[in-house]
């Protein structure tokens, strides 16, 4: 099964990129509760290989980090927390007019044969709500740092 979303970003690559690989700002700007950092990746942090726990309600999920293109692309597998195998998502970033497109594309079976359907409508929802976060709150960043930079509200 396959799902993508997207939305777009009036925010540089960077800034929206900077916010995907932080896991402790996800809670801010998704509709996930908590955060926390299992194992470092080998270059330390949120790097290639990283496990990341992700608590929403009574969900928790593992991810680990597959892909890193910086400013780019972050990929990452699900190790556990739903009754899916195979999951990978991938979270494309591109310059597009006055900011950055999000595309963030996901890829899963699910265990129980029968449900990937309640999980593609469940998942396209809650990943849909991450990516609308995600742009809004890399283009308030985008306006602060502006603001900021040019003094103003200081």
């Given at each position: ?9 009036k ?109 593609r ?34």
């Open positions: 099964m396959e799902l993508a979303v997207r939305a777009h970003a925010a540089d690559p960077r800034a929206v990129f900077a916010l995907l690989v932080d896991g402790t700002t996800w809670p801010t700007w998704t509709p996930i509760d908590s955060f926390r950092l299992e194992r470092p990746g080998r270059d330390g942090g949120e790097s290639l290989g990283a496990i990341r726990v992700f608590r929403t309600g009574r969900i928790k999920s593992r991810e680990e980090i597959v892909e890193l293109v910086p400013d780019r692309r972050l990929g990452y597998i699900l190790l556990s927390g739903l009754p899916l195998k195979g999951y990978r998502a991938t979270v494309d970033l591109a310059p597009e007019g006055d900011g950055t497109a999000i595309n963030w594309r996901s890829t899963f079976r699910p265990k129980v044969p029968g449900t990937g359907w309640i999980y409508r469940a998942l396209t929802r809650f990943i849909q709500r991450c990516v609308d976060g995600l742009a809004e709150h890399a283009a308030q960043g985008e306006r602060g740092a502006t603001a900021s930079e040019r003094g103003v509200g200081a």
